[in-house]
């Protein structure tokens, strides 16, 4: 009895997957084709990615979406829901390789590491891999769906059209950073750094959050450039601006100021994280021996570091900072101002005084 009932389902199956089996994959081809048309108008990665989560939401009911970019020095992560990141992250760090978690970079989420995660099974992921002209991706999916033969075609589908739109993104991004970029140090030029400093004064007004900058310049750099020649002097810079960025956090930007000036912006930072951050790089420059056709050359540097404060502009903010850096080459360069023990909490200054007096 129970072999005929399941032989009648199996047959009814049959016949409702032949009956509308066609109109289903015709209506999921139309929304397809709806999401691609806007996909295709987005202007940032983010959006791209976000555009195609939808669209694989909306026709396979996905459990979890990911979309992983390369980049050169590190990966970007666009993750839906964000539950599934302690589980999903195990994968992509066999994927691609990764040694570090710092170089894993979360487009859609921000995560705090008192934050509680759970583990979920990956036994059902599937996975996509994407090769474009300069877009090396991958994809990661578990549906809720069961996945039809024409299924996988409405996933190539869309895998391909953002393939295509991110690549193009990232070309258009490309030719903007180059007319951006300072071409000896590689950071962003002074006119780059006054359209980046507006856009992070509104948004730590906007959203009260903290925002600091530490400008810096090689002490002496003149000497340099007359002791070991014009070209010793541009890899000191190109060496030095190499060393600070890599020792920045995702999200803080370096410019060239001018000559052997730089400024640096530390959105959700105060003074204090600001001045550690100076006072460690300081500390970097100090030990660096740069190897040059003429010789070692050593250098310092002096850092002046500003807080944004409330009803202020970005003209004020650097304008405290070039102030304290003035202060900096005053009291003997190679320093960080204000010095750190000016903002010591006072336990902390109490006890370094009477060690000092002890």
């Not at 990141?85 to 170089?103: C, G, Q, R």
């Not at 299924?151 to 030719?175: C, F, P, W, Y």
Request: glycine share 4%; charged share 25%.
């Amino acid at each position: 009895m129970m072999g005929a009932f399941n032989k009648l389902s199996s047959t009814v199956s049959t016949l409702f997957s032949a009956l509308f089996g066609t109109a289903a994959r015709q209506s999921d081809h139309r929304r397809l084709t709806q999401y691609i048309v806007t996909l295709n108008q987005k202007e940032n990665p983010g959006d791209i990615i976000s555009e195609a989560s939808l669209c694989l939401k909306d026709i396979l009911d996905y459990r979890l979406f990911a979309f992983v970019i390369r980049k050169e020095n590190g990966i970007d992560v666009w993750l839906d829901p964000r539950m599934y990141k302690k589980s999903l992250e195990s994968v992509i760090i066999k994927d691609f390789a990764i040694t570090n978690t710092a170089d894993i970079n979360y487009m859609n989420h921000k995560f705090h590491a008192d934050e509680t995660e759970w583990e979920y099974s990956m036994e059902n992921l599937v996975s996509y891999d994407l090769t474009e002209e300069n877009c090396r991706a991958k994809m990661y999916m578990l549906p809720n769906r069961t996945m039809l033969n024409y299924h996988d075609e409405i996933v190539n589908i869309i895998l391909k059209s953002t393939g295509i739109s991110l690549s193009r993104q990232m070309n258009i991004a490309r030719l903007t950073n180059a007319a951006a970029l300072d071409p000896l140090t590689g950071c962003y030029n002074r006119r780059e750094f006054e359209n980046q400093i507006q856009r992070s004064v509104a948004d730590a007004t906007r959203h009260k959050k903290a925002l600091s900058v530490f400008m810096f310049d090689i002490d002496h750099f003149k000497a340099v450039n007359d002791t070991y020649g014009h070209p010793a002097g541009d890899k000191v810079l190109k060496e030095i601006a190499d060393l600070v960025n890599r020792n920045m956090r995702r999200g803080d930007t370096l410019s060239r100021y001018g000559g052997e000036e730089f400024i640096a912006i530390l959105p959700e930072t105060d003074k204090q994280k600001a001045m550690e951050l100076a006072d460690r790089l300081r500390k970097k420059i100090a030990a660096r021996k740069i190897e040059t056709n003429t010789g070692v050359v050593k250098v310092t540097a002096s850092f002046g570091v500003a807080q944004l404060h409330h009803h202020t502009e970005g003209a004020r903010l650097i304008q405290d900072a070039d102030c304290m850096l003035y202060k900096a080459k005053r009291n003997g360069r190679n320093t960080v101002m204000p010095g750190l023990i000016k903002i010591c909490p006072q336990k902390a200054a109490d006890a370094m005084i009477a060690a000092h007096n002890g």
